[in-house]
Nanobody, 125 residues
Framework: QVQLVESGGGLVQAGDSLRLSCAAS????????MGWFRQAPGKEREFVAA????????YYADSVKGRFTISRDNARNTVYLQMNSLKPEDTADYYC??????????????????WGQGTRVTVSS
């Protein structure tokens, strides 16, 4: 059974940093995309970032480019999201996701087959 478990969320002030982690178990995602989505209160879930391996093709939402960095530790089957210069509009539940299909990086929810339970990030002004 595949499980994705996020950690690292919390309450921070604007300008602070947080690092989210997502550990996968049940299968390896060494050659598959893992990524992050977020859902703010009253809004739809949106793509944040994804890649297959650190240093490979990486995709970011425009709203987080230059502030967020996604990285992978494929030996640990783990993906991270370093979030710097946080803004109140980054407040959301953050979800880790992983694809079954290797060598393809999706940017929509429909591209992803496995999901974590989410971790909440709250940024106060």
């Amino acid at each position: 059974q595949v499980q994705l478990v996020e950690s690292g969320g919390g309450l921070v002030q604007a300008g602070d940093s947080l690092r989210l982690s997502c550990a996968a178990s049940g299968r390896t995602f060494r050659h598959s995309a893992m990524g992050w989505f977020r859902q703010a209160p009253g809004k739809e879930r949106e793509f944040v970032a994804a890649n297959i391996w650190s240093g490979g093709s990486t995709y970011y939402a425009d709203s987080v480019k230059g502030r967020f960095t996604i990285s992978r530790d494929n030996a640990r089957n783990t993906v991270y999201l370093q979030m710097n210069s946080l803004k109140p509009e980054d407040t959301a539940d953050y979800y880790c996701a992983a694809e079954k299909t290797p060598w393809v990086v999706g940017t929509t929810q429909e591209d992803y087959d496995y999901w974590g339970q989410g971790t909440r990030v709250t940024v106060s002004s």
